[in-house]
């Protein structure tokens, strides 16, 4: 199947559907409801309804060819996550990536490993 272009970026619900799809590719709108309603109250016609949409702003896929349509993630966590870091770094930081940084980093307890790699990243970026 053909990916589409993502028109839009998925809103809060989208996302829990996709984290979903991300670790359970190839889903049933069953599937992906019972593990929804384990959560959060909601209906089964919601979730329908929000996977059908998804599938038309090009965040899922859709396979027909079982009875049981199938559901797979269109987009990558990393793709996501890369689209809505560029939303939040050009509107609330206004471009200012060290002050998106440093938000980022003073904000909570990171655990050893998490600031290993910060500056593993750090010393690569500074080779450059």
């Given at each position: 199947?053909?990916r589409?272009?993502?028109?839009?970026?998925p809103t809060?619900?989208?996302?829990?559907i996709?984290e979903?799809?991300?670790?359970?590719?190839g889903?049933?709108?069953?599937?992906?409801?019972?593990?929804l309603?384990a959560?959060?109250?909601?209906?089964?016609?919601?979730?329908?309804?929000?996977m059908?949409i998804?599938?038309e702003?090009?965040?899922?896929q859709?396979?027909?060819?079982?009875?049981?349509?199938?559901?797979?993630?269109a987009?990558s966590r990393e793709?996501?996550?890369?689209?809505?870091?560029?939303?939040?770094?050009?509107g609330?930081?206004r471009?200012?990536?060290?002050?998106l940084?440093?938000?980022?980093?003073?904000g909570?307890k990171?655990?050893?490993?998490?600031?290993?790699?910060?500056?593993?990243?750090?010393?690569?970026?500074?080779e450059?």
């Amino acid at each position: 199947m053909k990916r589409k272009e993502v028109k839009k970026r998925p809103t809060e619900a989208e996302l829990e559907i996709l984290e979903i799809l991300w670790q359970q590719p190839g889903a049933s709108v069953r599937q992906v409801h019972e593990q929804l309603a384990a959560r959060r109250s909601t209906g089964y016609t919601t979730t329908l309804k929000l996977m059908q949409i998804m599938v038309e702003k090009g965040l899922v896929q859709r396979d027909t060819s079982q009875r049981s349509h199938l559901y797979t993630a269109a987009i990558s966590r990393e793709e996501v996550q890369d689209k809505l870091l560029q939303k939040l770094l050009g509107g609330v930081f206004r471009g200012a990536s060290a002050r998106l940084v440093m938000n980022l980093l003073g904000g909570e307890k990171l655990r050893k490993e998490e600031v290993r790699q910060i500056r593993e990243m750090l010393k690569m970026l500074e080779e450059e």
